[in-house]
Nanobody, 113 residues
Framework: QVQLVESGGGLVQAGGSLRLSCAAS??????MSWYRQAPGKQRELVAS???????GYGDSVKDRFTISRDNAKNTIYLQMSSLKPDDTAVYYC?????????WGQGTQVTVSS
């Protein structure tokens, strides 16, 4: 079993920055990702990163968000810059271990205009 604890969400003005963290328990975790879900919308992939640091981003956040990973701490980070009201959502961390996906409880990010 893998447990994920997210932190760092909050309220920020448009154009501002936030950094999210997700700490995972357990070993042999492969891909870790951030997803988000806005009210009335489907959950979408924001960014993902493998153990060796290979990463990928959703089109809407490229060049604004940066995902990073500290394998020693089993923690990933999402540095979000140039935030827009459309980035308002609950952000979820996901970890994959042995092809099983685990989800965090989510952290709210609200961007005011």
């Amino acid at each position: 079993q893998v447990q994920l604890v997210e932190s760092g969400g909050g309220l920020v003005q448009a154009g501002g920055s936030l950094r999210l963290s997700c700490a995972a328990s357990g070993n042999f975790i492969n891909i870790m990702s951030w997803y988000r879900q806005a009210p009335g919308k489907q959950r979408e992939l924001v960014a993902s990163i493998t153990r060796d640091g290979t990463n990928g981003y959703g089109d809407s956040v490229k060049d604004r968000f940066t995902i990073s990973r500290d394998n020693a701490k089993n923690t990933i980070y999402l540095q979000m810059s140039s935030l827009k009201p459309d980035d308002t959502a609950v952000y979820y961390c996901r970890a994959q271990r042995f092809y099983v996906n685990y989800w965090g409880q989510g952290t709210q990010v609200t961007v005011s205009s």
